[in-house]
């Protein structure tokens, strides 16, 4: 295969997210408006441009007051900082469909290097006979790192909100024309 771009369908994509809750549990969500730009040959990834852009404001975990609460200066300060973004910088291969993919997340106007593990999970021709490709990614962060540090003490001790957070990425993605 070559180089092509790719465009994310985000029908059949997600991008979430689980962080501990007091200690003992996990809260799931999901960002579910997000821009992505893939110029890559599916078959080898170490030399493609991969972009990700999310709208913050998009942030969902089944629960208003505590989606708003994220969306406040406690958390990601989506007035001054709507968006999250990724850009990759290196990209190595592990196996024949395994990848670290490095690069650059800015969140709250902070920027850390962080790697995704990146399966490349196939492509095939949809029944309209476009070519369609599938990933999978994850990696851990701090959310600190991000200066997302609200908090509560709990009156039993630990705290109300973990500080690691647990990203995982599905993507299916279109050849362009």
């Known amino acids: 295969m070559t180089k092509a771009v790719w ?4 029908s059949h994509s997600t991008l979430e997210f689980s962080v501990k809750h007091m200690m003992i549990s996990k809260v799931k969500g999901a960002f579910t ?14 030399d493609a441009k991969i972009e990700f852009t999310v709208n913050l404001n998009s942030i969902d975990t089944r629960n208003e007051d505590r989606d708003n609460h994220l969306r406040s200066n406690d958390f990601f300060d989506i007035e001054n900082h709507p968006k999250m973004t990724f850009v990759a910088t290196d990209i190595k291969k592990k196996s024949d469909d395994e990848y670290n993919v490095t690069g650059d997340l800015s969140i709250r106007g902070v920027t850390k290097t962080v790697t995704f593990e990146v399966e ?3 492509v095939h021709k949809d029944p309209w006979g476009n070519e369609v490709a599938g990933f999978s990614g994850s990696t851990k ?19 109300l909100v973990g500080e690691e957070v ?9 050849k362009q024309a």
């Open 120 to 122: 490349m999970e196939g």
């Open 166 to 174: 647990k990203i995982n990425i599905e993507i299916e993605a279109h």
């Open 7 to 10: 465009n994310v369908d985000k």
């Open 33 to 46: 408006d997000f821009e992505a730009t893939v110029e890559a040959d599916p078959t080898d990834l170490t």
């Open 141 to 159: 962060i701090n959310r600190k790192d991000f200066g997302l540090v609200w908090n509560a003490a709990l009156e039993t001790g630990g705290v």
